[in-house]
């Protein structure tokens, strides 16, 4: 079975009953809105806030309601997918660009939940981390990092010059790191201007990581475990 079908199947069990949901970005989501869509009871009942432009247009098409970031309402829910999380239960976000928005509803959230493949579990000494930065800042941000010994990479697209432009008008760089220490990491560089957020997501920023292969097996790990 699809790992992202097994897991989009599992999660409704999460969701179903709850009134406001929040929902992440990337392929996993689409899969799980997918499946969501036959819900009818979710459709009628609950409200959704998006982490970005495209999974709000997902979930505006399949009949859902979206509500806007801004009305600051709290959803008792939040899921979402990751790229890579590590042996010491720390995520990586932000392959999709949408980061920020994605730790605001995962920070705003009652209780969090991440799904993904099992091969998202890595065991890697270096991870690329996604940076988002205003965009005038850019040069500094980059300068100050190689300084500091990082190979820094702004992200570009296709279809348009240039680096890509995330929902809120920033550019993502991606920093390759050493994986000791990524939430020191993460808090060191936030002090550095013009750095908006990263895409490290430490234990406090979930309650539980729901993996899946492809011989349908779920593993559940929560943020006291370990991995
Ligand atoms: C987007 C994200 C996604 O959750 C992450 O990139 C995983 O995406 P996919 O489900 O396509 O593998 O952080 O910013």
């Known amino acids: 079975m699809d790992p992202k079908e097994l ?3 599992y999660t409704l069990n999460y969701l179903r009953g709850k009134k406001i949901i929040g929902v992440g970005t990337g392929k996993t989501v689409k899969k799980l809105i997918e499946v969501l869509s036959s819900e009818e009871n979710l459709k009628e009942s609950s409200l959704f806030v998006a982490s970005s432009i495209d999974t709000e ?3 505006s ?16 829910i939040y899921v979402d997918s990751f ?5 010491d239960g720390i995520m990586i976000k932000g392959g999709g660009g949408a980061l920020l928005r994605e730790k605001l509803l995962a920070y705003f959230s009652k209780y969090r939940i991440f799904i993904g493949e099992s091969t998202k579990l890595k065991d890697t000494k270096v991870i690329d981390i996604p940076i ?5 800042g850019v040069s500094y941000v980059k300068y100050k990092l190689e300084k500091m010994g990082f190979t820094v990479k702004i992200r570009e697209g296709s279809g348009k010059m240039g680096p890509i432009i995330s929902d809120n008008g ?5 920093v390759s790191v050493k994986t000791e220490n990524l939430c020191e990491f993460d808090r060191m560089i936030k002090n550095i201007p013009s750095i908006v957020e990263t895409g490290i997501f430490c234990k406090e920023l979930y ?3 729901i993996l899946a292969n492809e011989q349908g097996r779920i593993e ?3 943020a006291g475990d370990g991995i």
């Open 61 to 76: 098409k399949r009949g859902f309601k979206v509500l806007s970031l801004f009305s600051a309402i709290q959803p008792e």
């Open 83 to 87: 790229d890579i999380v590590t042996k």
């Open 207 to 209: 309650n539980k990581i």
């Open 57 to 59: 247009i997902e979930l």
């Open 220 to 222: 559940e790990m929560d």
């Open 132 to 136: 988002e930065v205003i965009s005038v």
């Open 7 to 9: 897991l989009a199947t």
């Open 170 to 174: 920033n550019v993502i760089l991606d």
